[in-house]
Each structure stands twice: as C-alpha cells, then as structure tokens.
C-alpha cells in the first residue's frame, strides 16, 4: 500500500488519536511538508513518519480553535456526528452532512 495515499477526505471531521481535539480537514499534503523545526519539536518517541499525509485541520478542543498539521496515523474518524464550531469553517464549506462539510464553491457569475 501506498503511505502517500490520503485516507481520510477534505471536509471530513476527524479526531487525534492521542489528543483530546477533532477538526475538520481543509487541506491535505500528500508527505510531509512544514518546517524542519517544527518536525523536530515533536518528542522523538512521538514524531511521525514523513512519508504519508498531512492534514490542514480546523481544529477546536475544550478550551479554544485553532489550526491543526496531524499525520494520517494519528487521526482516527470522528463518530460523533457534532459540526466543528471553529469560526472559520463557513469560509472553506457551506453545509454539515452528518460526519462531513460539503465544500463551498467559489461564486461565479
């Protein structure tokens, strides 16, 4: 199997595997592609692999909203059925389906 290929989808809501967050994904990169210096900041028993996805999340926890990179081997789907309340989901999709953001489609004349 690929390591590159995307397993989860843009607009798909998706929950850390380790970390008490979930967002939905905005964007995917399909190896890593963020600085070096951020790779490194991340314990060395914890840092991902390079070769496989990396998701553009907007992420919320308990406490506030933010922007998430996560590795595909740490997110999990999430089931809750619940929209992410992060500010800036209107700007990216239109509508919440369930477990996923329907993409919102630049205005055209």
Known sequence: ????????????????RSFPFRGVIFDVDP???????????I??????????????????????????YVSQQNLLADETGE??????VTAYFSEFKGDHYVVRRPYSN
């Open 31 to 41: 190896e890593f592609a963020n600085t070096e210096e951020w790779w490194m900041a």
């Open 43 to 68: 314990p060395e028993d914890k840092r991902p692999h390079k070769d496989q996805p990396f998701y553009h999340l907007l992420a919320e926890n308990a406490q506030t909203h933010y922007v998430a």
């Open 83 to 88: 929209p992410v309340r992060h500010p800036e």
């Open 1 to 16: 199997m690929d390591q590159r290929s995307a397993k989860f989808n843009i607009g798909q809501v998706v929950k850390h």
